[in-house]
T-cell receptor, first 114, second 108 residues
Framework: NAGVTQTPKFQVLKTGQSMTLQCAQDMNHEYMSWYRQDPGMGLRLIHYSVGAGITDQGEVPNGYNVSRSTTEDFPLRLLSAAPSQTSVYFC?????????????FGEGSWLTVV | DAKTTQPPSMDCAEGRAANLPCNHSTISGNEYVYWYRQIHSQGPQYIIHGLKNNETNEMASLIITEDRKSSTLILPHATLRDTAVYYCIVRLNNDMRFGAGTRLTVKP
C-alpha cells in the first residue's frame, strides 16, 4: 500500500533558489495538508486543501505556495528558499474534514537551505 | 482545538504495559482524542482515536475519562521498538495542533 508518498526525501538548496516538494496519495482522500517540523518541536501546519481547486493557509504559510489541480497531488512550492526554511516537511491526507477521519502522514522530506 | 498537556518523558520496562497520560481539560463535546507516535524523524504514525468510549485496536488501548478531560494511551506489552515520541491531540477538524509530546523510552 503506497498511502502518502513524498519526493524528494532529501534536498539541499542554496538561499534564493526555488523548488517543489511533491506529495501524492492513492487513497482518494479529499483533504491534504503540509506540515513542517523543526528540531525538537512538534509539527506545524503550513497549507491545506479540502479538495481539488481549493487551498487555504495554516499556521505558518509565509514563503510557501500550494495548488491542488487533482485529488491525488498536492505540491508545496518554495519560491525563494531561506535558511529559516530548513526543516523536515510532512504531507498528510484524510478522507474528510471532520475529526472522525484519520489523518495519515508521509515519511517526510528533509530540506536544508544553505 | 483544545490544548493538551503531556509529561515530557517516561520510561517503561520491556514487556510491561506503558501508560501514557494526557490532559485535555478544555475539550469540547465534538472533539476527538487522537494519538500518534513518531519514531526518530519518521512520519507520524496513527495509533488510535476516540470520542467518548474507550477504544482498543491491535496497537493500543485508549481510556477516556467520563468527563473527557483526560485520557490514557496503553501499550499493553511494550517493546524496544515502541521507543518514540507520543502525541496526544484533540481535534474537531483537520487542523491538528501538535505539542511537544511524551518521549517514551522502553528499556530492556
Amino acid at each position: 500500500n503506497a498511502g502518502v508518498t513524498q519526493t524528494p526525501k532529501f534536498q539541499v538548496l542554496k538561499t534564493g533558489q526555488s523548488m517543489t516538494l511533491q506529495c501524492a496519495q492513492d487513497m482518494n482522500h479529499e483533504y491534504m495538508s503540509w506540515y513542517r517540523q523543526d528540531p525538537g518541536m512538534g509539527l506545524r501546519l503550513i497549507h491545506y486543501s479540502v479538495g481539488a481547486g481549493i487551498t487555504d493557509q495554516g499556521e505558518v504559510p509565509n514563503g510557501y505556495n500550494v495548488s491542488r489541480s487533482t485529488t491525488e497531488d498536492f505540491p508545496l512550492r518554495l519560491l525563494s528558499a531561506a535558511p529559516s526554511q530548513t526543516s523536515v516537511y510532512f504531507c498528510a491526507s484524510s478522507g474528510g474534514q471532520g475529526g472522525r477521519n484519520t489523518i495519515y502522514f508521509g515519511e517526510g522530506s528533509w530540506l536544508t537551505v544553505v | 482545538d483544545a490544548k493538551t498537556t503531556q509529561p515530557p518523558s517516561m520510561d517503561c520496562a520491556e514487556g510491561r504495559a506503558a501508560n501514557l497520560p494526557c490532559n485535555h481539560s478544555t475539550i469540547s463535546g465534538n472533539e476527538y482524542v487522537y494519538w500518534y507516535r513518531q519514531i526518530h524523524s519518521q512520519g507520524p504514525q496513527y495509533i488510535i482515536h476516540g470520542l467518548k468510549n474507550n477504544e482498543t485496536n491491535e496497537m493500543a488501548s485508549l481510556i477516556i475519562t467520563e468527563d473527557r478531560k483526560s485520557s490514557t494511551l496503553i501499550l499493553p506489552h511494550a517493546t524496544l521498538r515502541d521507543t518514540a515520541v507520543y502525541y496526544c491531540i484533540v481535534r474537531l477538524n483537520n487542523d491538528m495542533r501538535f505539542g511537544a509530546g511524551t518521549r517514551l523510552t522502553v528499556k530492556p
